[in-house]
């Protein structure tokens, strides 16, 4: 079994995107190769998850490109680890989004510093948000996801209430790192105001008086029960909204 693999996420349609944010341009390079030279120096082996369409348009001998599973495809990122994790023989899997383009590996060293064999997924928890896109999973949760598809769900945060959970958390300057590109003003913003400070109005609470509510996302008091069987590092803390 390899150490871990990495998995690129490259295949959404990028429907508020004017164009495919995969191909979009960040200090030369296309999103989808930050992604791969993030990944290629650590991990022993990278997958590029795409669609069909974009198959010939990736290029890079230092990767294996594969589309989604043909029974799930489409099924946005839970599906697209799924696919990666299927093929791969890695214990671990560290999964990047195709759309954030500011990750750093400064990032991805303290994640891998974290893997823990008592769970199934490592999670950064970075300015008072679970960032699931970002992290490893564990080869063992493709049941799981498989599962969830089956049933018609693909939520990501629905993944981590069904598995063994260990968040990571991070300072609020380290938010940059995670911005996610949806559209062509979002990287506008990032690269004119540098990711400036979310609104500091946001009221925060300590781990021990609160829950993961599955219905919107968020955490709230009233789910303290999700915590049971998962870890938080650094006193996480979580936004109420």
């Known amino acids: 079994m390899r150490k871990f693999s990495g998995i690129v996420l490259a295949g959404g349609n990028s429907s508020r995107y004017n164009g495919d944010k995969a191909f979009a341009s960040y200090q030369g390079k296309p999103f989808y190769q930050h992604a791969i030279d993030l990944l290629v120096p650590i991990a022993d082996h990278v997958y ?19 589309n989604d599973d043909e029974l799930y495809r489409g099924d946005g990122p839970l599906a697209g680890i799924y696919s990666a994790i299927a093929v791969t023989d890695a214990q671990w899997n560290l999964a ?3 759309d954030t383009p500011f990750m750093d590996k400064t990032i991805v060293h303290a994640l891998v510093k974290q893997i823990d064999p008592a769970y ?21 949760v493709q049941t799981v ?36 590109i949806n559209s062509a003003d979002d990287f506008q913003h990032y690269m004119t105001n540098e990711g400036s400070e979310r609104d500091e109005k946001n009221d925060t609470f300590s781990l021990d008086n609160c829950g993961y509510n599955k219905f919107n996302n968020r955490f709230d008091r009233d789910h303290c029960s999700y915590f049971a069987n998962n870890a938080f590092t650094n006193s996480c803390r979580f936004l109420l909204w």
């Open 48 to 66: 590029v998850v795409c669609r069909p369409d974009q198959t010939d348009a990736i290029a890079d001998h230092r990767v294996s490109i594969i």
């Open 96 to 98: 990047v989004p195709v």
């Open 120 to 140: 199934d997924a490592i999670i950064p928890c970075v300015d008072g948000r679970v960032q699931p896109l970002v992290g490893f999973y564990k080869n063992n």
């Open 145 to 180: 996801i498989k599962e969830l598809l089956a049933e018609g769900r693909r939520s990501m945060h629905q993944l981590l209430t069904r598995i063994k959970v260990k968040y990571v958390s991070f300072q609020e300057k380290d938010s940059i790192y995670f911005a996610n």
